[in-house]
């Protein structure tokens, strides 16, 4: 019953029509003895969206969905996603951990520095990270992440994760709507080239898989890497809670991934990101 349903939620999706270059024998010649699965679609309405949907019905860790085009991708807090077809990557791999939840908060700082690897890894130049979930190159947003849990009704541990990364490839600065032009780069625009998305889809799993098997062993060790990588720290930072703005600066970053910070008062507090999104007050960092 599982397999007809995970078979009943791939058939629909559109797997025939034209992915721009994207390839699925490209990618795996990548991967070497990566154990993980890629499926490749042309389009989907959200990858996360349908990943859980398999996740839900018995699909193992290490499933990994890309799609050449979304219709309604989705950021953090409810935002939406652009994902237009040919520039981009929008990539969501599945992970099973087996622990509680709150063994799990650093997670999206684990994915953001894997991708800050693969990036690296493909394209030569290494992003930084805009806390808590951006790939930004200079005050510009390269990427973004979003990561949901599934729990067990029974037992209140972690059923699966799902690891959403989209990343901006192959736009110029005219292909961004201008309401973002000036807060949006691609991997393009860096290279003064084209960017290979195959190359990156491949080191995109490559760097989700090493990460899966350490996510529990060394936490302080990844969190150490992305205080290194995260721009936020050391900046002013405009808080925002409903109408509340507050004013801050950036301190640290604690071990379940919150942003340490010193208001303008003086007051020490820690910020999680399911509460507040977090500007610069000048631009876009």
Partial sequence: MMGMDIDKIMTQMSPRLDTHGLDSRTIRSHLGDCPWRVYLFSEVDSTNTRLKEMAKVGSPAGTVLVADRQTGGRGRLGRSFLSPGGVGVYLSALIRPDCAPTELMHLTCAVAVAMCDAVENAFGFRPG?????????????????????????????????????????????????????????????????????????????????????????????????????????????????????????????????????????????????????????????
């Fill in 129 to 285: 990270i805009k806390w808590t979930n951006d790939l930004v190159v200079g005050n510009k947003k390269l990427g973004g992440i979003l990561t949901e849990l599934g729990l067990d009704p029974k037992t209140g541990r972690v059923d699966y994760a799902i690891l959403g990364i989209g990343i901006n490839c192959g736009q110029t600065a005219e292909d961004f709507d201008e309401s973002i032009r000036d807060m949006a780069i691609s991997a393009r625009m860096v290279l003064g080239r084209d960017a290979d998305r195959n190359r990156l889809i491949a080191e995109m799993v490559l760097t989700l898989e090493r990460m899966d098997r350490t996510l529990l062993v060394s936490p302080d060790a990844m969190l150490g890497r992305y205080r290194r990588d995260c721009i936020t720290l050391g900046k002013w930072v405009s808080i925002l809670r409903g109408d509340e703005v507050r004013h801050a600066l950036a301190l640290d970053i604690d071990a379940e991934g919150g942003l340490i910070v010193r208001y303008d008062s003086g007051e020490i507090g820690t910020v999680t990101s399911g509460e507040v999104s977090v500007r610069g007050l000048y631009g876009y960092i």
